[in-house]
């Protein structure tokens, strides 16, 4: 079935390509661990018109300004901090006002010892929209005292604005209440704020502002959206947030049965109207908002012309399923957001249609890659999830390896019976893999920090999605690029590999990319097998465990090299349900490594050690080799 599958996607490929190169990133300047020394961690936003850098301790603005001839989206990912780091400072004022007595932010993020609502949130992230949040404002007035309270700061970025949000509940009742936020730059001032005669315990209040304030609607009402049910004809609540910068579109609660339905299609005919002499852009939020739903898992929005026809802009997938039953955190799941920029002439209308598919695309189960909020499960940062059809993840992904395992997570079986032993549900769980694993002389692990995410794709056809950062001590460069495909028989996923050595880097172990990683491969097998187009070459019984090479790096010659982790062993915990093997096919290579071309790719076996005694396969230097030098390379497919 693939060879119908791949026929698809070259005719559609079209169907990912932008309108307009709009964009936002969001990611940790120094990489989730922060400075190796500091551990200070900074917060950078970048789209294609401004950039801005957050002190997350201070809730301090120490960089904004406008970007000068941005890169576009595929290549501004991989780019350094210095686009951020070279704008001027920025005046952010947090206040809250009681009785005339002024209590100012003086700290932020405070009890990061608390995993499950770690106070720097990322809550949305994607193409069109950042959304994140930081916790535990603490605010005191000019005498040192505390105000006692929940005070938080939200962040939301589209391409045009940053959106500052200054968030306040007291403790307990207070009389005349003035919640302020301004930002002070260049020598401009826009301030937003917020009274209350009176505020209970637990009575939220809001204030915000804008940035850059030139990019504010002129006018917001000359721009209508209008959204219906196609099943039932019922228009849609929309509602304009004029706080956040987008519109609301409150898609309806639906239960139904994902075994009955494989094929559904949801469709929101949609109609938007500019009505002022001028091009205005707006964007447009598609959500389900505080129901369980089926289909979430791989459900894939799409926004399409009056006719069905694919239009070309590109949809946000952003979504959480996560809540924690002994204790309450706002932004928790379940809901569903999709986001969408749609431009209108002057004078014009502008109508189509979401286009919502879940299980199947075409008959096929259907490609997906959308980010997961955390919000609910903890840590509270980046994690992507990647499905074929909608039955449960196939693939996830920790760009910053905030969870401190891997950055290839869970991997799920496709097309076989699930945990419960039932059709169409979650399968059991064979999962771990990482990029670069590069350790310095001292057995340090540099992780990739500055780690991007460019959504070039998701869905559903075939999915391409970047991540592209540097290790922490600045010597290696790299892009991931990874895609999953429409598929009907196994779950597979293609990466592509470029890693760039900036200056010469000793180091005492290195993988290019692990199928089963140190702290991710509690997937138990018996045997090996390793070949290439022309067959196999070689099978084992493979030892298992120790935490040290049970084979050193093999040439891997001939055309299309690979390996088998088969012979799986289920335990306890996975009693039901079928069980699964794992395969690592190189499609191509390419590099230079210490200085000398290697047109062969080499493999070593590693024993770890992850609950279970394992072992998985790494691409790997060839043998002797302890130094790379400065214009190395690995480009790669697998």
């Known amino acids: 079935m693939l060879m119908r599958s791949l026929s698809v996607i070259l005719l559609c490929l079209g169907c990912a390509v932008s309108v307009a190169e709009d964009y936002t990133f969001l990611w940790w300047a120094d990489g989730w661990r922060g400075r190796a020394v500091e551990w200070h961690k900074t917060l950078n936003i970048q789209t294609n018109s401004y950039g801005a850098a957050m002190d997350v301790e201070k809730a301090a603005l120490i960089h904004l300004g406008l970007i000068a001839n941005p890169k576009p989206y595929a290549l501004a990912v991989s780019e350094s901090n210095d686009a951020v780091n070279a704008l001027p400072p920025a005046d952010l004022r947090l206040s809250v006002v009681v009785s005339g007595t002024t209590y100012r932010c003086v700290g932020a993020a405070g009890n990061q010892e608390d995993e499950a609502n770690f106070p720097v949130r990322i809550i949305e992230s994607g193409r069109m929209v950042q959304r994140a949040d930081i916790l535990n404002l603490t605010l005191k007035n000019d ?46 001032l826009v301030a937003g704020e917020s009274y209350f005669d009176r505020m209970t315990a637990g009575h939220r209040g809001v204030a915000g502002v804008a940035w850059p304030p030139d990019a504010s609607e002129d006018s917001p009402d000359a721009v209508t959206v209008a959204a219906n049910d196609k099943d039932s004809g019922a228009p849609l609540p929309v509602q304009r947030d004029a706080l956040r910068g987008w519109h609301y579109v409150d898609l309806p609660e639906r239960q139904w049965n994902m075994a009955e339905e494989l094929d559904r299609l949801d469709r929101f005919p949609l109609r938007v109207t500019n009505t002022s002499d001028k091009t205005e852009t707006r964007m447009l939020l598609f959500a389900f908002d505080g129901a369980a739903f089926q289909g979430v898992t791989g459900l894939c929005p799409m926004l399409r012309d009056a006719q069905g026809n694919p239009s070309g802009i590109p949809v946000q997938i952003s979504k959480n399923w996560h809540n924690n039953p002994e204790r309450h955190f706002s932004n928790e799941g379940p809901w ?40 609910g499960w903890g840590t509270n940062q980046l994690w992507d999830q990647a499905a074929i059809g909608s039955f449960g993840e196939s693939i996830t992904y920790d760009p910053d390896v905030c969870l401190n395992r891997s950055m290839i997570d869970d991997v799920r079986p496709l097309m076989v019976t699930g945990m419960s032993d039932g059709r169409w549900e979650w399968t059991n769980n064979v999962g771990g893999g990482d990029f670069l694993v590069y350790m310095n002389p001292d057995g340090k692990r540099q992780f990739l920090t500055r780690m991007r995410t460019a959504y070039l794709s998701q869905g559903p056809n075939l999915t391409d999605v970047i991540y592209a ?107 039901k349900g079928a069980w699964a093997n794992r395969g690592l096919v190189i499609r191509s290579w390419k590099a230079r490594l210490g200085g000398q071309e290697v047109v062969v790719p080499f493999a070593a076996v590693y024993g770890t050690r992850n609950g279970v005694p394992s072992a998985n396969v790494e691409l790997a230097p060839p043998p002797g080799l302890t130094e790379l030098k400065k214009g190395d390379y690995v480009e790669a497919e697998v």
């Open 469 to 575: 950062g540097v290790t922490a001590d600045g010597r290696i460069a790299a892009r991931i690029e990874v895609s999953t495909p429409r598929c009907d028989d196994v779950n597979r996923a293609y990466h592509r590999l470029r890693y760039d050595v900036l200056e010469d880097t000793p180091f005492s172990r290195l993988a290019f990319y692990q199928l089963g990683a140190d702290n991710y491969n509690d997937h138990a097998f018996s045997t090996l097998a390793r070949g290439n187009a022309d067959g196999l070459v070689e099978e084992w019984q493979t030892e298992r465990g120790g935490k040290k090479y049970l084979r050193a790096a093999m040439e891997c010659p001939g055309r299309a090299p690979w390996f088998s982790l088969h012979g799986g062993e289920r335990n306890e915990q996975h009693a």
């Open 143 to 188: 005498r040192g005292q505390v105000l006692e309270g929940d005070a938080r700061l939200e962040l939301v970025a589209d391409p045009r604005q940053l959106h500052l949000i200054l968030e306040f509940a007291p403790k307990s009742e207070l009389d005349h209440v003035d919640i302020e936020i301004a930002l002070a730059h260049d020598g401009k």
């Open 336 to 375: 569903f957001h999709a986001y969408a920029e749609v431009t209108v002439e002057a004078g014009k209308t502008w109508d189509g249609e979401l286009a919502i598919a879940y299980a199947r695309w075409g008959g096929v189960p259907a490609a997906s890659h959308a980010q997961l909020c955390l919000v």
